[in-house]
């Protein structure tokens, strides 16, 4: 089955055609970070307008690397949410044009579903999977007792991880996007400066605010006393304290959750090389657990992963009509 994906919950444009979950016939993306990158974030109103501009375009394109025409594609998957709401809807209304012009099935996408499922691309989940969702928007630790089941145990109680990363590399005048800026410089460095350990109320909760604002209040120290720090070792220990925050509660739920067969990782913080590190550490830990993390092209926001989500949703029966809407806010499912 050949399904097309659409992307557009955020700054990336993307389309991409897989066949059969695994295969990538085509990948497209069209990231809009340069012009983003000039007001230290994204900028909503400019982030649809851009992907208004870019959509028609990516479609054909995909189209015409992988060497089809909308008569191969069987389904037209998009992202329905969760993400910024007029960037969400520019992706919604061109895969409903698709749909009805070429008479082809419509499913709606969950974009953190996705992101879980990249995995897939890797090799075959196995259930019941513990999947940690790290992104932009998101710090999550799901339990899925079977494929298109989702039971959020934890979540941040304020900033998501990739947010944090991105504050901090503010705060340090790094650029943006942050997390890869702070993954690069954090190889240089050494865990050196005591940073406040972060609080949570529920056991598998996270907490990134408190971190974030302890580098902030760090460097402020530093130059009232007219000291010099290290920017190295300032970004590694804001990364080993924000991963080991991470890494305990997975800890916690590998123990507490002894059927877990494979754990996975998805979200653009995929791609932080540390955390795929630690991830290889916990395989010596846990011997009768798969680790999983998705290839670093479908860590950050992409369409493959799009396909694959809408893939398995077509099979669970999933299907949507001409009155698909976008939903900023969109449980997963
Ligand atoms: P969500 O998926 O929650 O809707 P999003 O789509 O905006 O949010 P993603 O594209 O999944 O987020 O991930 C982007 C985030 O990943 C950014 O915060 C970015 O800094 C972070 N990121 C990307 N590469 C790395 C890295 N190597 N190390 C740490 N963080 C990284
Ligand atoms: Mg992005
Ligand atoms: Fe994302």
Known sequence: MIVLGIESSCDETAVAIVKDRKDILSSVVASQIDVHKEFGGVV????????????????????????????DVDVVAVTKGPGLIGCLHVGVQA???????????LVPVHHIAAH???????????????ALVVSG???????????????????????????????????????YPGGPKI????????????LPKPKTQGKY???????KSGVLQFTKRMERQGKTYSDADLACSFQECALNEIFDKIRLVLNDF?????FVVGGGVSANSRLREKVEELKGEYPNVTFTVPPMFACTDNATMIAVAGTIAYEHGRRADASLTADANWEIQ
């Open 44 to 71: 909503p109103e400019v982030a649809s307008r851009i992907h208004v501009e870019n959509i028609s375009y990516l479609i054909e394109d995909a189209l015409k690397k992988a060497n089809l025409t909308m008569d």
């Open 258 to 262: 002894p059927d877990i067969k494979h």
């Open 116 to 130: 879980i499922y990249a995995n897939e691309l890797v090799t075959d989940v196995h259930y019941p999977v513990l």
């Open 205 to 211: 909760d996270f907490s990134f605010s408190g971190l």
């Open 137 to 175: 928007g998101h710090s999550q630790l799901i339990y899925m007792k079977e494929e298109g089941s989702f039971e959020i145990l934890g979540t941040t109680q304020d900033d998501a991880i990739g947010e944090a990363f991105d504050k901090v590399a503010r705060v340090m005048n790094l650029g």
């Open 95 to 105: 895969a409903k044009t698709l749909a009805f012009a070429f008479h082809k099935p």
């Open 183 to 194: 993954d690069k410089l954090a190889k240089q460095g050494k865990n050196v400066y005591a």
